[in-house]
């Protein structure tokens, strides 16, 4: 279960432009809220889930599955009636609650029936019903094009079903893709659409031999809008770690498993490309594949390689490049290349650096979402082993971003630290940094140049006197001047002083209590003070419920990890080393019980 809320501003400037569709009028502050609330179940023969979630209209949060203005309901399962027959089932239910609301209601039924060995039987009937309001017709075409590759027998590991919500992310530019009515897409028309097909579905999955799997499907409408689709796809496997892939789907009207479309122009879909690893720590890939799973209007071709080199004993070195371009469409086309090297030979010194160059064109004809820009990215880490208790730390990061069309962005962020760990009786764990901070944004044409500098200190520690007791303590401090266009300075400092007492009442709960306090310029004083019930949810994973009944809005730089506003929230810590994954390594599952 999730619950989230979101607050920000839009449409004020040229950088914080929203193409929302329920941001379309307004500007300025803006918030939303969404949850959604999932079950699943897996069992030898059964299976099923249950999906239901609902945003708000002013909910902007381009990475969740649901977006601005959405209702989402699904209920799948199946159930396995003998060893080689399935029976699966689903439906679905969709809502745009955005202006000119429409919604789309869809089933499906089918059998999976394995005939053999090497030959796989697909047999299923679906049925859509979609309705719309106010909806949106493009300018530059009667109806959108939205095919994707469908999840299927033909498409295999290569198919993808389209995910809850109207968004999926552009992996070339970042931006969402955004449909404004659910169905349709451009300049506004009132018109009310009630479209619905249903289909009959058939697919077989063969086996030729252990190097080569095709797998093909044919939808055919029986009822409703004469909608039809075609789907073939097979590997290849050339060597034990190199393989050739293809899919390829075209269709009319039906163009998302649960969306129909009064188009009757065939929407094409197409991936196809090599896979290999034939080297040790080496993968090679070139593929064609679609700009994102929602629309087929962009084509992508994608080329690159990765690489691990282990130098020496302890010396690691990690190359990649990728080369992205758009064969069909307006996203620019993107290079990427990386090096990094990892230094472990000796036991007292850990170190790695990494250096990342990115660049991306420019399209002229939507230069707002495809500017040109070229990043660069370097970090620097370094961990010395001073004796039982006591490591040094140090880290660099540099960010470096060029854009042609307007100022550029740097931002370096310089620490070093001391941790303490009382290896003897583990009761004092303590963490000590210091950061220098600098960034420099030439980017908002709005507000012009911005520059600051930062000195940050703090200290963290955690005090265990005995098994029930927990007293977790932190200070930090932080001097900044801000520099604006026009030679205007200002300058912030502010210290901030927490602690934490926690009582383990049982093996799996515990009852916190917080304080913290905050002072700033000219005699500014700011107290918080709350509560908190925790729950031990597996080893190493907490889960806190907590109030403050007073509180204030600390300075990222100052607080942590620690909540101070007033108000209810929720907390969930986890706590895992290098020795996480070393599931066969009864040595350390046995140290880490202890």
């Known amino acids: 279960a999730e619950l989230a809320q979101t607050r920000g501003t839009v449409n004020t400037n040229s950088v914080n432009q929203s193409s929302l569709p329920g941001f379309v009028g307004q500007s ?34 381009l990475a969740a599955p649901l977006t601005g203005g959405r209702s989402e309901a699904l209920v799948s399962g199946g159930l396995k009636l003998t060893d080689t027959v399935k029976l699966y089932g689903k439906a679905q239910h969709s809502e745009d609650r ?16 394995n005939l053999s060995e090497r030959l796989t039987l697909d047999v299923g009937l679906r049925s859509v019903r979609e309705t719309a309001g106010t909806s949106t017709i493009s300018q530059s075409s009667p109806f959108s094009s939205t095919t994707g590759l469908t999840s299927s027998i033909a498409t295999g590991s290569g198919g993808s079903a389209v995910g809850f919500g109207n968004q999926t992310i552009d992996p070339v530019t970042g931006l969402p893709q955004i449909s404004s009515g659910g169905l349709l897409n451009g300049t506004t028309t009132n ?10 579905r058939v697919g077989l999955g063969f086996k030729v031999n252990d190097r080569l799997t095709l797998g093909g499907e044919v939808e055919q409408a029986v009822a409703g809008e004469p909608r039809n689709r075609y789907a073939l796809g097979g590997d290849y496997r050339i060597a034990e770690r190199t393989r050739l892939y293809a899919r390829a789907e075209s269709q009319t009207g039906l163009s998302a498993p649960s969306a129909v479309t009064t188009d009757d122009r065939a929407s094409n879909a197409v991936v196809f490309g090599v896979d290999t690893s034939y080297w040790s720590d080496t993968q090679l890939f070139s593929e064609y594949r679609l700009r994102d799973a929602m629309n087929g209007q962009d084509v992508q071709q994608a080329s690159g390689v990765r690489n691990g080199w282990d130098l020496a004993t302890g010396i690691r070195l990690n190359t990649a490049y990728e080369w992205t371009k758009v064969v069909s469409g307006s996203a620019p086309t993107t290079q990427a290349a990386s090096v990094g090297l990892d230094y472990t030979a000796h036991p007292m010194w850990r170190g790695s650096t990494k250096l990342e160059y990115r660049t991306s064109g420019d399209v ?83 507000l012009g140049s911005v520059s600051s500098r930062a000195h940050i200190v703090s200290a ?91 509180g204030f809005a600390a300075d990222s730089d100052l607080s942590g990890y620690e909540y101070t506003r007033t108000g209810a929230y929720l907390r969930l810590r986890f706590k895992f080393d290098q020795n996480l994954f070393a599931s066969g390594n009864k040595a350390i599952n046995q140290a880490m019980d202890r």
Do not use: C
């Open 191 to 200: 018109s009310t659409l009630g479209l619905s097909t249903d289909t009959v």
């Open 98 to 113: 955005n202006p000119g609301t429409s919604q789309r209601d869809a089933g499906e039924l089918g059998v999976l029936w």
């Open 460 to 550: 963290h520690a955690d005090y265990h006197p005995s098994r029930p007791w927990w007293l977790n303590g932190r200070y930090a401090a932080k001097w900044q001047q801000d520099r604006f266009e026009g030679g205007v300075s200002d300058n912030f400092k502010a210290q901030l002083v927490s602690g934490r007492l926690t009582y383990d009442v049982t093996e799996n709960w515990d009852l916190g209590v917080l304080a913290a306090v905050q002072t700033g310029q000219y005699g500014a004083v700011q107290h918080a003070a709350g509560v908190e019930l925790g729950y031990l949810v597996k080893q190493n994973l907490w889960l806190s419920v907590g109030y403050n009944h007073t």
């Open 364 to 446: 002229a004809s939507t230069p707002a979402q495809n500017e040109a820009f070229n990043t660069t990215l370097w970090q620097v880490m370094a961990a010395r082993k001073i004796n039982r208790d006591w490591t040094f730390l140090a880290r660099n990061y540099l960010l470096q971003t060029d854009y042609q069309d307007r100022g550029d962005v740097f931002q370096d962020r310089v620490q070093v630290g001391l941790a303490y760990r009382d290896t003897d009786t583990n009761r004092i764990n303590a963490l000590a940094k210091y950061e220098y901070k600098t960034e420099q944004d030439d980017s908002n044409v709005t």
């Open 28 to 61: 300025g502050d803006v918030s939303g809220q969404a949850w959604r609330v999932e079950l699943a179940h897996e069992g030898e023969r059964t299976e099923g889930r249950v999906f239901v979630g609902q945003s708000d209209t002013g909910f902007n949060n």
